[in-house]
Protein backbone atom coordinates (compact mmCIF):
# COMPACT_ATOMS: atom_id res chain seq x y z
CA UNK A 1 0.00 0.00 0.00
CA UNK A 2 2.77 2.14 1.17
CA UNK A 3 4.37 1.21 -2.13
CA UNK A 4 1.88 2.30 -4.42
CA UNK A 5 1.54 5.89 -2.28
CA UNK A 6 4.85 6.01 -3.02
CA UNK A 7 4.68 5.81 -6.77
CA UNK A 8 1.61 8.27 -7.03
CA UNK A 9 3.96 10.63 -5.19
CA UNK A 10 6.69 9.92 -7.81
CA UNK A 11 4.36 10.21 -10.66
CA UNK A 12 2.86 13.69 -9.70
CA UNK A 13 6.13 15.00 -8.49
CA UNK A 14 7.46 14.05 -12.28
CA UNK A 15 4.67 15.81 -14.24
CA UNK A 16 5.42 19.19 -12.24
CA UNK A 17 8.38 19.10 -12.47
CA UNK A 18 7.92 18.21 -16.59
CA UNK A 19 5.05 21.44 -16.77
CA UNK A 20 7.79 23.32 -15.33
CA UNK A 21 10.88 22.73 -17.80
CA UNK A 22 8.10 23.07 -20.58
CA UNK A 23 6.98 26.20 -19.53
CA UNK A 24 10.63 27.39 -19.21
CA UNK A 25 11.58 26.62 -22.72
CA UNK A 26 8.59 28.27 -23.95
CA UNK A 27 9.40 31.82 -22.49
CA UNK A 28 13.38 31.20 -23.25
CA UNK A 29 11.60 30.48 -27.21
CA UNK A 30 9.44 33.37 -27.18
CA UNK A 31 12.45 35.74 -25.53
CA UNK A 32 14.88 34.64 -28.12
CA UNK A 33 12.38 34.75 -31.34
CA UNK A 34 11.53 38.45 -29.54
CA UNK A 35 14.90 39.46 -29.61
CA UNK A 36 15.65 38.26 -33.12
CA UNK A 37 12.18 40.10 -34.13
CA UNK A 38 13.36 43.64 -32.33
CA UNK A 39 17.70 42.53 -34.71
CA UNK A 40 15.59 42.81 -37.74
CA UNK A 41 13.16 45.06 -37.64
CA UNK A 42 13.77 47.81 -35.95
CA UNK A 43 10.88 48.36 -33.94
CA UNK A 44 11.60 52.07 -32.69
CA UNK A 45 8.39 52.64 -30.49
CA UNK A 46 9.39 49.81 -28.19
CA UNK A 47 12.78 49.89 -26.17
CA UNK A 48 14.18 46.12 -25.27
CA UNK A 49 14.07 47.20 -21.60
CA UNK A 50 10.29 48.10 -21.55
CA UNK A 51 9.61 44.80 -23.32
CA UNK A 52 11.59 43.38 -20.34
CA UNK A 53 9.70 44.56 -17.83
CA UNK A 54 6.79 43.07 -19.68
CA UNK A 55 8.18 40.14 -19.43
CA UNK A 56 9.10 40.21 -16.40
CA UNK A 57 5.44 40.50 -14.62
Do not use: C, P
Not at 34 to 41: D, N, P, Q, S, Y
Amino acid sequence: MEELATEKEAEESHRQDSVSLLTFILLLTLTILTIWLFKHRRVRFLHETGLAMIYGE
